[in-house]
């Protein structure tokens, strides 16, 4: 069966910083490139980035280039999130992806406020 398991959500003030995690299960976690996407209320859903099933190619979404940082450890089949110099407009729910199985977590809610 196959899972995804967002967790590390949570209110925090602008310019702070919070990690999500992605716990992967059911799958061969190593074998498949994985996403991030965000939805914020009353919007659709935005990808936030994509890593390759090796972790050495990362890109994206404009948005958050430079403050965000998608990486992922195969040997424990977890991918991560770390969000720095958080704006309001970041709030939302975040989920992780698997964009070749269709695979979706159930998302963890990031709250940017002060």
């Known amino acids: 069966q196959v899972q995804l398991v967002e967790s590390g959500g949570g209110l925090v003030q602008p310019g702070g910083s919070l990690r999500l995690s992605c716990a992967a299960s059911?799958?061969?976690?190593?074998?498949?490139?994985m996403s991030w996407y965000r939805q914020a209320p009353g919007k659709e859903r935005e990808r936030v980035g994509f890593?390759?099933?090796?972790?050495?190619?990362?890109t994206y979404a404009e948005s958050v280039k430079g403050r965000f940082t998608i990486s992922r450890d195969n040997a424990k089949n977890t991918l991560y999130l770390q969000m720095t110099s958080l704006k309001p407009e970041d709030t939302g729910v975040y989920f992780c992806?698997?964009?070749?199985?269709?695979?979706w977590g159930q998302g963890t809610q990031v709250t940017v406020s002060s």
């Open positions: 992806n698997v964009p070749s199985r269709g695979f």
């Open positions: 059911g799958f061969t976690f190593r074998s498949y490139g």
């Open positions: 890593i390759n099933s090796g972790g050495s190619s990362v």
